[in-house]
């Protein structure tokens, strides 16, 4: 049984579990269970880290608790009971991860889940008093009974064994909650699936649809409408008179893109009657005539943001005294010059100097300015890369290295100068809204004609 002594508590939040673990009964007046309550906590290199707790068996929660925090019971790995009470409002990102929860049933009071809040569960046991893996418990079945609509995060009960196991609806847990919220985003993330798995998940979804819910047949069709540039090409070539059927009743024709439709379907005369036939009846020529003119209004914005946002780095530099761009750049000796390693500024329109101190730049180093994490989260300095917006690289550099510029989704432009004679390997992979600006007939002009980017001759 909890003694008053297990735990610490300042104003209705419960901050620390420090008791022995087995069956915990929190004390009444607790509101709140803070992040990461009743973690295994360890500190190593003056940084916490967070451990599995192998000691909580079963927790009873008061009523009047609104709140549970952020890995509140992450990785408590025999923790197999616990009953919410009607007053809770929000349960936290990663609150019961890892854990060993069996049955769970979320009151219908309950109005936010945060992302991976019940992820992996049953993944672990204890053997010989030390934490393993657990193929056991990935075969149990988990079941979990939603009463409201919460707001939910990211793969809320995400599933480890992947896309299949989602079409083949064998989930080790079994989810009861309202007909219209999506399952597949609270199981499995869309952005994880290569343009290939999306593509075979949609026609499935298309040739099988009674095996799905509809509201995960919406869910993909408009994330299939969104990157209709990458997946309607080989998504249309597969199209039956069936799929097609269902296809267009998921609206996933429009005035946006019926022409785009129309050039795809060209050498196939039946189905282009078909798609034909539906734009006639349901996208008016006027529409279409307003898109074409939407667009080139946004064609034209897009230049006039370009110009800006190149235009502001080229004007930030010029302010900076030379002192202040060698702060900004880490850097290395070679053999003829500077190598770029890392920025160290805190610019989103950055221009890459010709010249730091009395050295000449001439190289920048793979991975110099890259976004995307080399696997789990993101560190301080990707996420700041992340934010990039422009990059000017002045006259002088030879060499762009490999994925220099890997996951800046928001990278719009990057001017690439006459004296660059080598673009490394997936150098701008992911930069999907970037448009090269270089020199007509110069080495980057080649290069983006050949990687299929948007070119502006300078």
């Known amino acids: 049984m909890s003694s008053a002594s297990d735990f610490i508590i300042e104003n209705g939040v419960l901050k620390k579990y420090i008791g022995p673990g087995g069956d915990v009964v929190i004390p009444d007046g607790v509101t709140e269970i803070g992040d990461h309550a009743f973690c295994t906590v360890e500190s190593?290199?003056?940084?916490?880290?967070?451990?599995?707790?192998?000691?909580?068996?079963?927790?009873?929660?008061?009523?009047?608790?609104?709140?549970?925090?952020?890995?509140?019971?992450?990785?408590?790995?025999?923790?197999?009971?616990?009953?919410?009470?009607?007053?809770?409002?929000?349960?936290?990102?990663?609150?019961?991860?890892?854990?060993?929860?069996?049955?769970?049933?979320?009151?219908?009071?309950?109005?936010?889940?945060?992302?991976?809040?019940?992820?992996?569960?049953?993944?672990?046991?204890?053997?010989?008093?030390?934490?393993?893996?657990?193929?056991?418990?990935?075969?149990?079945?988990?079941?979990?009974?939603i009463c409201g609509t919460p707001k939910m995060g990211k793969r809320v009960f995400g599933i480890i064994d992947g896309l299949q196991e989602y079409i083949d609806g064998?989930?080790?847990?079994?989810?009861?909650?309202?007909?219209?919220?999506?399952?597949?985003?609270?199981?499995?993330?869309?952005?994880?699936?290569?343009?290939?798995?999306?593509?075979?998940?949609?026609?499935?979804?298309?040739?099988?649809?009674?095996?799905?819910?509809?509201?995960?047949?919406?869910?993909?069709?408009?994330?299939?409408?969104?990157?209709?540039?990458?997946?309607?090409?080989?998504l249309l070539k597969e199209l039956g008179a069936a799929e097609t059927a269902l296809f267009?009743?998921?609206?996933?024709?429009d005035a946006e893109n019926a022409d785009t439709v129309l050039e795809l379907v060209k050498d196939r005369p039946?189905?282009?009657?078909v798609f034909l036939d539906y734009i006639a009846k349901h996208v008016t020529l006027e529409a279409r005539e307003n898109v074409i003119e939407k667009k080139a209004e946004n064609q034209v914005e897009k230049i006039i943001k370009r110009n800006k946002a190149i235009e502001e780095a080229i004007s930030l530099f010029a302010k900076k005294k030379p002192a202040d761009v060698k702060k900004e750049w880490a850097v290395t000796e070679v053999e003829d010059g500077l190598r770029i390693e890392q920025y160290k500024g805190k610019d989103?329109?950055?221009?890459?100097?010709?010249?730091?101190?009395?050295?000449?730049?001439?190289?920048?180093?793979?991975?110099?300015?890259?976004?995307?994490?080399?696997?789990?989260?993101?560190?301080?300095?990707?996420?700041?890369?992340?934010?990039?917006?422009?990059?000017?690289?002045?006259e002088g550099v030879h060499k762009i290295g490999d994925y220099v510029l890997f996951g800046c989704v928001y990278l719009t432009d990057i001017v690439i100068p006459a004296s660059v004679t080598e673009i490394g390997t997936g150098a701008f992979r992911d930069c999907r809204k970037l448009t090269i600006h270089a020199p007509a007939g110069s080495y980057a002009e080649q290069y983006a004609r050949d990687n299929n980017i948007p070119f502006v001759a300078e």
Not at 132 to 141: C, H, I, K, P, T
Not at 185 to 208: A, C, G, I, N
Not at 248 to 253: A, E, G, S
Not at 270 to 273: F, L, Q
């Open 270 to 273: 039946s189905e282009k009657a």
């Open 170 to 234: 064998n989930l080790k847990v079994q989810i009861e909650m309202a007909d219209d919220i999506p399952l597949l985003p609270l199981v499995l993330s869309w952005t994880d699936f290569s343009p290939y798995q999306k593509e075979h998940l949609f026609l499935f979804m298309l040739r099988e649809p009674e095996r799905f819910r509809r509201a995960d047949i919406k869910y993909v069709a408009a994330n299939v409408k969104k990157g209709q540039k990458t997946l309607y090409p080989e």
């Open 348 to 394: 989103v329109c950055i221009v890459v100097p010709a010249m730091i101190g009395k050295v000449g730049v001439v190289e920048i180093a793979n991975d110099a300015l890259r976004a995307s994490a080399l696997g789990g989260t993101k560190n301080a300095y990707q996420k700041k890369m992340y934010k990039n917006k422009c990059v000017v690289i002045q």
């Open 44 to 145: 190593i290199g003056g940084r916490e880290h967070f451990w599995f707790n192998d000691t909580l068996t079963r927790v009873t929660l008061p009523e009047g608790l609104v709140k549970i925090g952020n890995g509140a019971f992450d990785q408590c790995v025999l923790l197999t009971q616990i009953v919410f009470p009607e007053s809770l409002r929000e349960i936290g990102a990663q609150a019961f991860h890892s854990s060993g929860l069996v049955d769970v049933k979320i009151p219908s009071g309950v109005k936010k889940i945060g992302d991976e809040a019940f992820c992996a569960l049953g993944i672990f046991k204890i053997v010989d008093g030390e934490v393993w893996a657990s193929e056991e418990g990935r075969d149990r079945l988990h079941t979990i009974k």
């Open 248 to 253: 267009l009743d998921l609206n996933m024709v």
